[in-house]
């Protein structure tokens, strides 16, 4: 619970040493940078002779230095709740945010994570949804962070930002010939002529020993214009950092 009476949801990760199933997962991370059936064709006459070394250079962040490590853990958390909001709230979440990142060690700018309900396909109703959430990542360190206070603060943001980053999204699906896809994020473009529900989201994830009840209970979301359909989650976990390293080393080795 927030200073103010907000309901916040704690989710415990438990992610298993299973080499099949992590290497799933590491496909599925990787193609959020870039498609297999693509990465031979950008390392076409470069530098890079192998997709591990192309990967490991030009796509993901930095493994040991600054700021790369924070980079990891902050895309790694955005996938995540991204996975969250797709598999276990049931929202359609387009993975765009990171095929067009030009620079590795360095954020996107725009909306974290966005995702699409429709009432019905191929009809759009005011009861369609829109949902957007911010997370923040804290998997290293000597004491807790307001992570969760983070996400609040920058979920305010993504109130002006939501223009933009929609815009962003259509235009890459328009830019490989996914009419379709284009169509669904343009039902959300013009929200006082197609009006819609809308749900905010705010998440923060710790590695396991940086969660604090404490620190939790202090966060406020009174300054949020949309406190009313703002949701709070906060994931922990063990090994956290150890698992994003892991990750991307499996996402870049196995490609």
Known sequence: M?????????????????????????RHFRNHYCSDNQIDELIENTEFKT?????????FPDEKNAPGPSIRSGDFGEILIADFLEYILGFHVPRTRYIDKTVRNESTKGCDIIGFRFTEEGKWSRNDALAIFEAKAQFSGTKPSPRLQDAIDGSV?????????????RQRFLDVND?????????????????????????????????????????????????????????????????????????????
């Open 2 to 26: 927030t200073v103010d009476g907000k309901t916040v949801e704690v989710w415990e990760f438990r992610h298993q040493p299973d080499d099949e199933v992590l290497s799933e997962w590491a």
């Open 51 to 59: 997709r591990t070394d192309y990967l490991v250079n030009v796509k």
């Open 157 to 169: 943001n993504d109130l002006n930002r939501r223009a933009e980053s929609l815009n962003a999204m």
């Open 179 to 255: 009419k379709e896809a284009a169509k669904k994020v343009n039902r959300f473009q013009n929200p006082p002529d197609n009006p819609y529900r809308e749900l905010f989201g705010a998440a923060a994830l710790f590695a396991i020993e940086l969660f604090d009840c404490a620190s939790i209970a202090t966060t406020s979301v009174n300054d949020h214009p949309k406190k009313d359909r703002l949701k709070l989650i906060v994931v922990r976990g063990v090994a956290m950092m150890e698992l994003v390293h892991k990750l991307y080393r499996k996402a870049a080795d196995e490609a």
